[in-house]
């Protein structure tokens, strides 16, 4: 892994007029540059985005990007409109990291279109911020029009990027695994920008979601569930009204998704939500563990999976697509949103692939992808 530049630093954030309270943590800064989404969340703390932006360092590691890992935090639940004070104020105290080279995303609790705000009330263009710290200004870069920020957000690239990426990462493993991807089923816990995108990966792919989880319950139907009644249903942060819902569906508890009969489990939303208190209750089908949050898995019950003969395609692979999408872009060689995907998409399934052949070594799949961190390999 390539050396830092400066050493992790911790910043708080704070204006007692208003009420906010935040934290961006900078785990890694590599030639400039860092990145790693902005939460809103009540359980924000700066602990909490130290391992998180820790994870972040170790995604552009194993996709062999020059770039550092970060993360921002905002603490409180996020409600909508009335907590844009809140990040307009964030974004102006943030202005000072995001001209000096921190790329900010989204992430739990917040859209791309908040993440577009913050930018255009700091006054910073990040597509200017990372030419700059390109040899030459990134004279030697050229990016279409449609992959600058507006278009970016118009083709909603960056949810696009995490949700392929997460589907990659299922289809490679069902092909090193070996099992017919057809007879695969999934359940994802998580219908934000992440969940939402493995389960349209999916569904082109063909495997059917048999369970899904937001925050309030879970949606099971075992003949799968159909992707267009869930989407419309959705609000913004991935809450699913169920009387939009034109189809019947079973509802469980929403911390039921893991026990249902599927070969995949995708967690896609908060850190833990398998711990070694939720193994027991794991279904006996399951094959195959996609990591699409960051730190989903307790590294415990991670441990356990694998002895038990479950696969487990570690967050800092499985979620990397954002990163693999970036560095696809500083390459200059893309000319769409597809090529970048295709990208992002290959490169993940790349990992995936290695991670689970057995030619890396490790005793234990995480182990196995830390060593693709490493130059060289």
């Not at 400039?32 to 009540?42: E, H, I, S, W, Y």
């Not at 118009?154 to 070996?178: E, H, I, N, P, S």
């Not at 991935?238 to 911390?255: K, M």
């Not at 730190?295 to 967050?315: I, K, S």
Request: net charge neutral; aromatic share 2%.
């Amino acid at each position: 892994m390539a050396e830092p530049d400066r050493p992790a630093a911790v910043h708080r954030l704070t204006d007692e007029r208003i009420g906010l309270i935040a934290y961006l943590v900078v785990d890694r800064v590599v030639g400039g540059l860092c990145a790693g989404g902005l939460r809103f969340a009540p359980d924000v703390s700066a602990d909490r985005l130290r391992r998180l932006a820790r994870l972040m360092t170790l995604k552009f590691a194993v996709m062999g990007l020059p770039i550092g890992g970060a993360k921002a935090g905002i603490v409180g639940r996020r409600r909508g409109a009335p907590d844009d004070a809140l990040l307009r104020r964030a974004g102006e105290l943030l202005r000072p990291h995001l001209e000096a080279g921190y790329l900010m995303g989204e992430d739990l609790g917040t859209t791309g279109d908040d993440v577009a705000a913050v930018y255009r009330h700091a006054g910073v263009d990040p597509i200017a911020m990372v030419r700059a710290h390109l040899p030459d200004g990134g004279a030697a870069v050229s990016i279409p029009d449609r992959l600058q920020p507006a278009g970016l957000l118009a083709d909603r690239l960056v949810g696009r990027l995490a949700g392929a990426g997460v589907a990659a990462a299922v289809v490679a493993a069902a092909a090193a695994l070996r099992p017919p991807l057809a007879t695969l089923t999934v359940a994802i816990q998580g219908f934000g920008t992440v969940g939402l995108g493995a389960a349209r990966g999916l569904a082109e792919a063909g495997v059917p979601i048999v369970a899904l989880a937001d925050e309030r319950a879970t949606l099971l139907d075992p003949r799968g569930l159909r992707l267009a009644d869930l989407e419309q249903a959705r609000d913004a942060l991935g809450r699913i009204d169920r009387s939009r819902l034109t189809r019947p569906v079973t509802v469980l508890s929403r911390d039921d998704w893991c026990r249902v009969p599927a070969q995949v489990l995708i967690p896609a939303a908060v850190e833990d939500a398998i711990t070694l208190e939720t193994l027991p209750r794991l279904s006996r089908r399951l094959r195959l563990v996609v990591e699409a949050a960051n730190a989903p898995v307790d590294p415990e019950a991670e441990a356990l999976l694998e002895q038990a003969g479950v696969a487990v395609v570690p967050d800092f692979v499985a979620s990397a697509g954002v990163a693999a999408g970036l560095g696809a872009l500083a390459s200059g060689r893309l000319r769409s949103p597809d090529d970048m995907l295709e990208e992002a998409c290959a490169r993940i399934a790349s990992a995936t692939a290695r991670v689970l052949g057995g030619e890396l070594p490790g005793r234990t799949a995480r182990e196995r992808a830390m060593s693709l961190a490493v130059p060289g390999r």
